[in-house]
């Protein structure tokens, strides 16, 4: 018998594997979908609008509002017929509103709240409910995407008069996502389910950049003084998504260069 050849693909065992990510057209979801598809999984989108430009032959966009109940579990349903032995589904859809809160409306925190949490309840549920057909011999694990606003309030230090900052809603949200994971690590695990969740800090946007005082003043407030890159969020993902974390449940994996740490 010959022993495998290491590689980084054997390591992690993604290789074949498929994925679903719902918000895939956003900036961490794109990356996502890449990286993915890197390691040779079989990745399936889920979004309001296609990624710009880019194909590929393990790649299945499905364009659809996941926040609804009726269209989420329609969606699940097609894609648990068309593919078998569905292996992890990545709660990346988000929305945040930038308004003061003096001035919140009951839409806006409709919309937050529908899209941050209403959309993750229905996946996990749908998910949970499908696999039940699906190969039920395979361990399956679930990644929800949070944020450092779920574990700290945004310094408001860091921004300026015309700047975007971060809503209590939206760490509400995510502070939910957060007791979601838990729930669910625990009333998931005997189904050979894990679920766990990362909690990304700020991250550059190269495409749309911040302006530079709020850079300059989030880099002061971080002890690894600057702001994340997107590739830096989507390692902690693969990690929990591979078979290298296979006794990791329950947990919030904290990506922010040690800003809560202080």
Known sequence: MTKEKFSIENFYKLKNKKIIITGSSGQLGSELVKAFLNFGSVVIGIDIKKIKNFSHKNFYFIKTDISNSSKNKTTFQKIFKKFKNISCLINNAGVAVFSPFEKRSEKE???VIDV???SYFYSIKNFEKYSNKDNKNGNKNIINISSIYSIISPDPKIYSKNDRKSSEIYGMT???VNQLTKYFAVHLAKKNIRV?????GGIFNREKPQNKSFIKKY????PMNRMAETSEIVGGVIYLASNCSSYTNGHN????GGMSSW
């Open 109 to 111: 925190l409709d919309y």
């Open 116 to 118: 941050n949490l209403k």
């Open 174 to 176: 995510k502070s939910a």
């Open 196 to 200: 766990n969740c990362v909690s990304p």
């Open 219 to 222: 880099s002061i407030r971080n």
């Open 253 to 256: 994996l904290i990506i922010d």
